[in-house]
């Protein structure tokens, strides 16, 4: 089995920055993409960010320039760098990674979410 464990959410104010942190762990042979998504109150859950293993990436356009992921293959962990942060990026992000566990193709596990809340 495999987890993955978020972490870094929080309040913040319009303007003010968080770095979300993901950790896999358990039986993994390898991780292809990793990525976060978030989901609002009444909002079906949306990508944000997404990054390979060679570390290509994806933004959505809504935080393209605000927003920065990264990951540390070695410690099987995707971050995402999240700077002037504004009230509509509110909502509950959940980390994503395609995982090669103990089967013969790659599966889709999730965090438990971390709450971000951008509010004067």
């Known amino acids: 089995q495999v987890q993955l464990v978020e972490s870094g959410g929080g309040v913040v104010q319009p303007g003010g920055s968080l770095r979300l942190s993901c950790a896999a762990s358990?039986?993994?042979?390898?991780?292809?993409?990793m990525g976060w998504y978030r989901q609002a109150p009444g909002t079906e859950r949306e990508l944000v960010a997404s990054?390979?293993?060679?570390?290509?990436?994806y933004y959505a356009d809504s935080v393209k320039v605000r927003f920065t992921i990264s990951r540390d293959n070695a410690k099987n962990t995707v971050y995402l760098q999240m700077n002037d942060l504004k009230p509509e990026d509110t909502a509950v992000y959940y980390c994503?990674?395609?995982?090669?566990?103990?089967?013969?193709?790659?599966?889709?596990?999730w965090g438990q979410g971390t709450q971000v809340t951008v509010s004067s």
């Open positions: 358990g039986s993994i042979r390898s991780i292809n993409v």
């Open positions: 990054i390979t293993s060679p570390g290509s990436t």
């Open positions: 994503n990674a395609f995982v090669l566990d103990g089967s013969n193709w790659y599966k889709p596990y």
